[in-house]
């Protein structure tokens, strides 16, 4: 197990915001890319050959790591199939895209498809706590949201920083495996996104996530990010934790509903694995075994720090990191290290990710954020 460098219980301490200041720093590569969808497509597939095709030999293998259904390829090529025609008519551009990379890398469609479809393959038990904070609650006066992203290692050196400039749609920036359509990041809309696994039904006639997430992150208005969400059948029930222009906004996304959740009146908002909208809780006792470890208590305890801070004063992108790196819990905490778990054990923090839309930015912990320092990366 690794040591860490702050304490299991802490929580905004000057001791905390001093630690992450002094770790090593490892950006991510960056590459901005622009033009038709296709053209993108090419750019991302000839930059990053390589990982693209490493990545897509090391997809299936990695899931299977941390799944009990185990699945061949065949199988997840066969998912990847059944979602090529839903995806072309309801996102046809960000499948454009897939096909100029897959062209420009060498990677079969379908490989780069089965990527993107990746949490469609079986029903797996993933983490995450993310935060949201308003423009009345941030220090700094706009708003940030962000989150620990508590997965496989493995993923770390295959990542990557894209900014897409699409043809009339919002430009974005995504921390991601080059491959996928999109994810974590934030828009030149001011939309900021993170997410969090979340437990509910699946639908194999819907959409897959990630192109959700595409949708979201080029829209130009929050109402139009909601509605592209609300106007394809999904085929998860997953977890948007956003930051807009309109202050924090957090989608509980399944199948059947899209239920929204706004911030409390201190302008705050914490999500982690469960369901907390009111239409949506049965989902905690239906599908309990998919809630990732300490759901309620990450939860309770990110509500609890940020209180308190607030109780002080206001929250401020340093607080931000100090709640990312703390071990309450230890080692299942909101800052995630490697334990016995046989399931997901070898997982931790691969990230920490704060973005503040109105700035043009975010910050961006390569590893545990108690171990390492926070990257800036700005808008290509």
């Known amino acids: 197990m690794s040591s860490v460098s702050v304490a299991r219980n802490s929580g905004f301490t000057k001791g905390n915001l001093d630690n992450m200041t002094s770790a090593n720093s490892a950006r991510f590569p960056e590459l901005t890319v622009s033009g038709s969808p296709i053209d993108m497509g090419h750019q991302i597939g000839e930059h990053f050959r390589g990982q693209i095709v490493e ?13 009990q259904t185990k699945i061949s390829w065949n199988q997840a090529e066969n998912v990847a199939r059944r979602s090529f025609g839903r995806v072309d008519e309801y996102f046809p551009d960000p499948l454009d895209e897939l096909r100029g990379t897959a062209e420009a890398s ?12 990746r949490n469609m393959l079986a029903d797996t038990s993933e983490g995450c706590t993310s935060i949201m904070v308003s423009d009345e609650a941030a220090e700094s006066g706009k708003g940030f949201a962000g989150q620990n992203w508590d997965n496989d290692p493995a993923m770390a050196p295959l990542s990557a920083v894209i900014t897409r400039k699409g043809l009339g749609k919002a430009s974005f920036t995504s921390w991601l495996q080059p491959g996928l ?7 030149s809309s001011g939309i900021g996104i993170c997410m969090n696994a979340l437990n509910g039904p699946s639908n194999s006639s819907g959409l897959p996530w990630y192109f959700f997430v595409r949708a979201i992150l080029e829209a130009q208005t929050t109402d139009d990010a909601v509605a592209a969400v609300k106007s394809a059948p999904r085929a998860l029930t997953a977890n948007a934790a956003m930051i807009t222009t309109e202050g924090p906004l957090n989608l509980e996304i399944a199948p059947g509903s899209v239920e929204s959740i706004e911030a409390d009146s201190d302008g705050v908002l914490v999500h982690t694995n469960h369901c907390v909208h009111p239409e949506m809780t049965a989902n905690n006792e239906q599908y309990s075994e998919r809630i990732y470890g300490q759901s309620f208590e990450r939860r ?23 709640l990312l790196s703390d071990h309450d819990g230890f080692p299942t905490s909101i800052c995630r290290h490697p334990n016995d778990d046989v399931n997901t054990g070898w997982q931790r923090s691969v990230i920490s990710i704060i973005l503040e839309p109105g700035e043009n ?13 926070y990257e800036i990366y700005n808008a290509g």
Do not use: W
Request: aromatic residues 4%; hydrophobic residues 40%.
């Open 55 to 67: 990545l897509s030999e090391l997809v299936l293998e990695r899931f299977n790591k941390g799944s």
């Open 106 to 117: 060498g990677v079969p469609v379908e490989r780069l498809m089965v990527l993107n479809a």
């Open 181 to 187: 359509v999109a994810y974590m990041g934030f828009s």
């Open 300 to 322: 309770d305890r990110g509500r609890g720090l940020l209180s308190a801070q607030l109780s002080n004063g206001k929250v401020s992108i340093d607080h931000a990191k100090a």
């Open 361 to 373: 930015r975010m910050h961006v912990s390569n590893g545990n954020p108690c171990e390492n320092t």
